[in-house]
Nanobody
Framework: QVQLVESGGGLVQPGGSLRLSCTAS????????MGWYRQAPGNQRELVAR???????NYVDSVKGRFTISRDNAKNMVFLQMNSLKPEDTAVYSC??????????????WGQGTQVIVSS
């Protein structure tokens, strides 16, 4: 099984910054895309950012210009740099990875989620 472990969530004031990290561990051969979802109480889960194995990125409109997704393929890690945070960004953020190959088999993986609270 593939494990994804997240860190970096917490409480921050509006206008502040946080950097989320996620590491996939196991006997991993390759990972296709990695990204971040978020979900606030009463809201649907939404895809915040995605990065392909080749480094191309996509963002939901509400975070464009403020968030940056990146990855380190050698370390099987994905990051989300969040700047100019707003109270509306408050949510549980979960990382994911798809197309994970382990011993010739393919899996998807999810992190446990990390809470981000933006409040003064």
């Amino acid at each position: 099984q593939v494990q994804l472990v997240e860190s970096g969530g917490g409480l921050v004031q509006p206008g502040g910054s946080l950097r989320l990290s996620c590491t996939a561990s196991g006997s991993i051969g390759r990972i296709n895309a990695m990204g971040w979802y978020r979900q606030a109480p009463g809201n649907q889960r939404e895809l915040v950012a995605r990065i392909s194995s080749g480094g191309s990125t996509n963002y939901v409109d509400s975070v464009k210009g403020r968030f940056t997704i990146s990855r380190d393929n050698a370390k099987n890690m994905v990051f989300l740099q969040m700047n100019s945070l707003k109270p509306e960004d408050t949510a549980v953020y979960s990382c994911y990875a798809d197309g994970i190959t382990v011993w010739g088999r393919t899996f998807n993986g999810w992190g446990q989620g990390t809470q981000v609270i933006v409040s003064s």
